[in-house]
């Protein structure tokens, strides 16, 4: 499960949500420009950033562990949150995305609310502590 | 009046035989007044040294212009009588070079007045000191001073009063300094009960420009914060149950521990949102429909790759709905389409299907009606506002 902390560094609220569904993303921030010269010289222009990465998950809920999603993404939309991830990496983010964008799936008998909802979040920021890497 | 010489002395210089020429000459006038007359003498003396050329690279010798006057005057009479000298002292000194020559004028005034009865009587010195130093060229050591010194005795055993009034005026120009320096001394010698008073008033008035009151404040800004979570129930993940802790930062409002209420209801639409005249009810909208949370936020990066994310707690905050509705029948449609025109840019109230009311305005008035199908007719409109 996904745990979300906030406010950093003074946490108040927890709000533990499922796993996300597959094709979450980890990305790191640097960039690079290519420039050739006209002798075939390539020169490379780099962005370098700090240890930041780029964190994309996309969420399949209920209705209403939607709501609370959306009541902490209200109150802590300015704030830096602890997040902790399906595979134990603990991350210090801000939420990037905007809208947050609650889209209502389809009918689920067995869960509250009776419905799905979907919802990408998009984080960013820093690696706190992780896990050791598996081998496979 | 009437002046007569009583005596008259001549010193001749004479130069062997020929002409001979008077060099000092003493004459005494007596001067006699008649009852209630006055005794005046006017006398006017006027000396001049008259300069020689200097030469270039000579020596100019000191010369010296004296005026030596002696006034007297008594009067004998035992009723109201006055005396007074009025004296004018001006000496001039002229000069091409900066020679420190000295303009002095010493002046003694002397006024004395017998008691002959129980009167009232008044000793007033008023004296005036003007020193001007005018016309340098280049840069002098300029020094002006003006030293008084002013006595009043009162010599009465009965009450009696001694005063000194006394005013400076300097001023200095350039890097001089203007100063006053007052030093009053008063003395009783009367042989009974008397004090003596030096009364000084100093003011000093400051314009005040601007009152700045500054707080001290020692903030360190430190909160306290707490945060839990239950572990084991497995319905932690789909239900709402947010664990909020406690803070001291009272900056944040954390969610609502309490879950929204939610019912079932029919897609309503009415205006005005106060005292509604038009009400339009829909079908409930299809999957899919978006509830939108969008902030003002600052996002931005620095030259140096570091994030950024500011929002402030006042910026604005806007929440969309946007849904869409299938098989309406033609009177839903014309109604809709009505409602669409009274309500432009109007507040209206919709109630979702989750029975929550929302007050806020149709973002997309112009949107299309489609008729898919025989009695299926489908719209989607966004609606923003706040529930």
Redesign the interface.
């Given at each position: 499960m996904m745990i979300l902390q906030a406010p950093w560094p003074g946490l108040t609220t927890t709000t533990v949500l499922p796993n996300p569904q597959f094709n979450d993303m980890q990305a790191r921030q640097h960039g690079v420009t290519i420039k050739r010269a006209m002798d075939g010289t390539r020169y490379t222009y780099v962005h370098t950033t700090d240890s930041r990465h780029k964190l994309t998950y996309q969420f399949t809920m209920s209705r209403k562990k939607a709501l609370e999603l959306r009541a902490f993404v209200r109150a802590y939309y300015r704030s830096q949150i602890r997040l902790t991830n399906h595979k134990g990496e603990v991350w210090r983010v801000w939420f990037i995305n905007n809208p947050f964008e609650f889209e209502t799936t389809g009918r689920e008998g067995p869960q509250p609310g009776q419905e799905t909802v979907s919802l990408t979040v998009e984080c960013e920021g820093f690696l706190l502590s992780a896990p050791p890497v598996s081998s496979c | 009046m009437v002046a007569r010489a009583t005596r008259q002395y001549a010193e001749i210089l004479a130069a062997g035989d020929g002409k001979a020429r008077i060099t000092r000459q003493y004459v005494e006038v007596l001067s006699d007044t008649s009852l209630y007359g006055s005794g005046a003498d006017a006398l006017g003396l006027s000396d001049a040294a008259l300069g020689v050329a200097v030469p270039p690279g000579g020596t100019e010798y000191e010369r010296a212009a004296t005026d030596v006057l002696s006034l007297a005057d008594t009067a004998l009479f035992q009723m109201i009588y006055s005396i007074g000298n009025v004296l004018e002292l001006l000496d001039a000194a002229t000069f091409n070079r900066a020679f420190a020559l000295p303009v002095t004028d010493p002046l003694s005034l002397s006024q004395t007045v017998d008691k002959r009865g129980p009167i009232y009587m008044g000793v007033q010195h008023v004296l005036q000191l003007e020193q001007p130093v005018n016309g340098h060229v280049g840069t002098v050591n300029v020094t002006v001073g003006d030293t008084l010194e002013l006595s009043g005795q009162a010599g009465r055993t009965s009450a009696a009063t001694a005063a000194s009034v006394l005013s400076f005026s300097d001023s200095g120009s350039r890097s001089n300094v203007a100063q006053s320096v007052l030093t009053l001394v008063g003395t009783a010698l009367a042989g009974k009960a008397k004090e003596a008073d030096s009364v000084l008033a100093l003011v000093q008035v400051v314009g005040l420009e601007a009152r700045l009151l500054r707080g001290l404040v020692s903030d360190l800004g430190l909160?306290?914060?707490?945060?839990?979570?239950l572990v084991g129930p497995s319905c932690?993940?789909?239900?709402?149950?947010?664990?909020?802790?406690?803070?001291t930062?009272t900056t944040?409002?954390?969610?609502?521990v309490a879950?929204?209420v939610?019912a079932d209801a029919m897609l309503t639409l009415t205006y005005p949102f106060v005292a509604p005249t038009y009400t339009v009810v829909l079908r409930n909208p299809e999957?899919?429909?978006?509830?939108?949370?969008?902030?003002n936020?600052i996002?931005r990066?620095t030259r140096?790759?570091?994030?950024v994310?500011?929002?402030?707690?006042n910026w604005p905050?806007t929440q969309?709905f946007q849904v869409e509705v299938q098989g309406l029948k033609a009177a839903q449609v014309a109604d809709l389409l009505v409602f669409f025109g009274v309500s432009l840019g109007k507040e209206v109230g919709l109630l979702d299907h989750e029975n929550r009311q929302w007050k806020g305005i149709i973002m997309d008035p112009d949107t299309p009606v489609n008729h898919v199908a025989r009695s299926d007719r489908t719209v989607s409109f966004t609606f923003e506002g706040e529930l």
């Open positions: - | 909160v306290q914060s707490g945060t839990y979570q932690v993940t789909h239900t709402y149950q947010p664990f909020v802790g406690f803070s930062d944040i409002t954390p969610p609502d879950a929204p939610l999957f899919s429909n978006k509830d939108n949370l969008n902030f936020r996002n990066q140096g790759g570091t994030l994310v500011y929002a402030d707690a905050k969309t």
